[in-house]
């Protein structure tokens, strides 16, 4: 029996490196739209996938740019622009249930997080609006590993 270890849980995207630079497409100051997503080595249980793209603006809370979730396990890739594979939750933008592009305010570099999730079941939701901190908790009893990259934006003035 062999299994796959959360450690080699592999997240990358074609468009940036882990560490790298956002390209303004995928931010306001672009198309807005959301940028593409491969991963690998998924922990050999799992039963479906969830995306979050997150940062941490000055004011020290989490904002939420992409909440996805219910993402078949047989999907190792999200598409640029993506929007026929899993269900959209809200960001912190809302109140539509999309991916909501980077638009920090105030000067510097922001640093935007992608963390896809491995489950072993679908999450237990509550009815009505799903967004970042209620998908995080309903999938945090589920969760058998998870793979980040980061990447930074410098919004041009």
């Known amino acids: 029996l062999t299994t796959t270890t959360a450690q080699s849980f592999k997240l990358t995207s074609s468009a940036a490196v882990d560490g790298g630079t956002l390209p303004a497409e995928y931010t306001c100051d672009g198309e807005g739209v959301s940028a593409p997503l491969a ?30 979730y219910a993402i078949p396990s047989t999907v190792t890739a999200l598409p640029r622009n993506s929007t026929a594979i899993g269900t959209f939750g809200v960001g912190s933008d809302g109140p539509q249930a999309a991916y909501q592009p980077p638009c920090s305010q105030g000067p510097g570099a922001k ?3 992608f963390t896809v999730y491995a489950l072993s079941s679908a999450p237990q939701l509550p009815a009505g609006r799903i ?21 930074s934006y410098t919004r041009p003035r």
């Open 39 to 68: 991963w690998q080595n998924a922990p050999i249980a799992t039963r479906e996938f969830a995306v979050l793209m997150t940062t941490l603006p000055g004011d020290g809370t989490t904002k939420w740019n992409w909440v996805l």
């Open 111 to 113: 640093i935007y997080t």
């Open 131 to 151: 967004d970042g901190p209620t998908l995080t908790r309903a999938i945090a009893p589920v969760t058998l590993g998870s793979a980040t990259m980061s990447v």
